[in-house]
């Protein structure tokens, strides 16, 4: 059984920085604060589609 995997994209810059292995269980898009290396500075980072 494959899991399925999220990127993370800035709010900011829009940049893909981080990836996850998401909960089939939730409903909403993931959120969080995460630092970018591109604004050199903690951000909040949002699940893409």
């Known amino acids: 059984m494959s899991q399925k995997k ?3 994209a800035c709010s900011i810059c829009g940049s893909r920085n981080y990836t ?3 909960n089939p ?3 909403k ?3 969080v604060k995460k630092f970018c290396k591109y604004c050199n500075k903690h951000t909040l980072h949002q699940e893409t589609r």
């Open 20 to 22: 996850l292995v998401a």
């Open 25 to 27: 269980n939730r409903v």
């Open 6 to 8: 999220v990127a993370l």
């Open 29 to 31: 898009r993931l959120q």
